[in-house]
């Protein structure tokens, strides 16, 4: 009975350690000199802590205790360089806006790829307290496609709030870097009751079936600044 609870509680660790794990080996891909440099941030970041011990008399505990930090330090550099690599690792790909909105892990449910048009243009709908967010990536024509998707949507979800965006670098459009920030800045709505309903309403209608870029993502742990 408790090996059986030490084991549910073990269980999360190995998901974080391999997404760390990816994550270095993508950084590294991108940028090969991740590890020296997270290796000598840390060497300078303990001297420093040390210099600070031998100056008040204390070397070995200063070293002890600014250990840790030198490592959160080295850390801290990785994950913003992890974040940087993981959106280039991905950008210009059919369906990277997808895999940046499939990564938000709370508040948002994403179905990808609602209307795919020939020149792969895409809608996808995300579903959160907000209401619906339909997120348009592809040629200028997809401005077209995201106007009758939300004409489709309101006719299965009528007086849900609707929000439109188009994932790119024009004017007037979301990075594909900014977009987990943009979503989270949509003001809350519904009740929790009423965005279940509303995603059982809209979970019959589906999207479409298409190969979405993978890799690691930045979540809650990884930043993009």
């Known amino acids: 009975m408790f090996k059986r609870n030490k084991n549910k509680s073990s269980q999360p660790k190995a998901p974080r350690f391999k997404e760390i794990r990816d994550a270095y080996q993508v950084t590294k891909a991108a ?6 440099a997270m290796a000598a941030i840390f060497l300078a970041s303990w001297a420093v802590g040390i210099a600070i011990g031998f100056a008040a008399g204390h070397p070995i505990y200063f070293g002890f205790v600014s250990a840790p930090f030198a490592a ?14 993981a959106y280039a690792s991905i950008e210009g790909q059919v369906g ?23 020149n792969q243009d895409m809608v ?15 040629s200028n024509s997809v401005k077209q496609m995201l106007q009758d998707e939300k004409r489709k949507t ?13 994932i ?15 979503m989270k800045k949509f003001p809350k709505k519904l009740t929790a009751n009423q965005m279940r309903e509303v995603r059982a309403r809209l979970k019959a209608v589906g999207g479409l079936s298409l190969p979405i870029p993978k890799g690691p993502m930045p979540t809650r742990g990884m930043k993009i600044r």
Do not use: C, N
């Open 31 to 36: 940028k090969p000199w991740i590890g020296l």
């Open 72 to 85: 959160l330090l080295a850390f801290f550099i990785f994950t913003r360089q992890a974040g940087s690599a």
């Open 96 to 118: 990277a806006g997808a895999s940046v909105l499939m990564s938000i892990r709370k508040g948002w449910s994403t179905t990808p790829a609602v209307a795919v048009s020939r």
């Open 124 to 138: 996808h709908r995300s579903v959160g307290r907000a209401g619906i967010v339909l997120s348009a990536e592809g």
């Open 154 to 166: 309101e006719r299965y979800a009528p007086g849900v709030p609707i929000y439109e965006l188009i």
């Open 168 to 182: 790119g670098d024009g004017e007037g459009q979301v990075p594909l870097r900014k977009l987990q920030k943009r």
